[in-house]
Structure formats: structure tokens, C-alpha cells
């Protein structure tokens, strides 16, 4: 009977332990301003997915964000596609001029 009740114990204890990992793992935000038709939409939305409002946000916002990193490119590739149709410019660079001296601190 004492091991019985022993095991539940450990195993709520566990359970409310992950429950708060994963409640300080987790980000919120908060989204204001909302016009009530875009609210409407998503409830809507929401309610033909058989989400909550929130997890058809979520959804949304994970499939909006995973596209917009084409190949896990980096920013400086990113930036090179984005330009490279416009073409280069080249400048001409200025000879370089001899170094002065550098200071005595005698």
C-alpha cells in the first residue's frame, strides 16, 4: 500500500516538474490592436482546424516563419541573391600611401 501511494507520488512529482520545464521553456507574446474581423477569421479558422484561437495562431505563425529562410542560407548570401541581378560596381581604390612613423613616447 506505502509503495503504491510512493510511486504516485513520484510520478506527479514528475509530472509537475515537467509541467513547469516546459512552462519555462515556452514564449508568449501578446498581440494587440487585433480588428475584430481578423479575430473573427481566425476563430473561425481555428474552429474548422479544431484548434483553440492560440494553437491556430501558433500554427500559422510556424508556417509563415519556416519559409521564410530559404536553405538556411546565411545573411551575406541572403543579401548577395537578393542583389547579385542588379550587378557589381567597382570602384577605383586610391593607391595606398606610405605608413608615417609611429610616435615616441621616449
Request: hydrophobic share 40%; no cysteine; aromatic share 6%.
Amino acid at each position: 500500500m506505502i509503495e503504491a501511494w510512493l510511486l504516485r507520488s513520484e510520478s506527479m512529482i514528475a509530472s509537475q516538474s515537467l509541467t513547469h520545464y516546459i512552462r519555462l521553456t515556452m514564449s508568449s507574446i501578446t498581440i494587440r490592436n487585433l480588428s475584430p474581423d481578423l479575430k473573427e477569421r481566425l476563430r473561425i479558422r481555428a474552429a474548422e482546424h479544431g484548434h483553440s484561437m492560440e494553437a491556430e495562431a501558433r500554427q500559422i505563425l510556424q508556417k509563415a516563419l519556416a519559409s521564410a529562410r530559404p536553405g538556411g542560407a546565411n545573411l551575406y548570401e541572403r543579401v548577395r541573391a537578393r542583389f547579385a541581378p542588379l550587378g557589381g560596381v567597382e570602384f577605383d581604390l586610391p593607391p595606398r600611401e606610405p605608413a608615417r612613423e609611429p610616435p615616441s613616447f621616449d
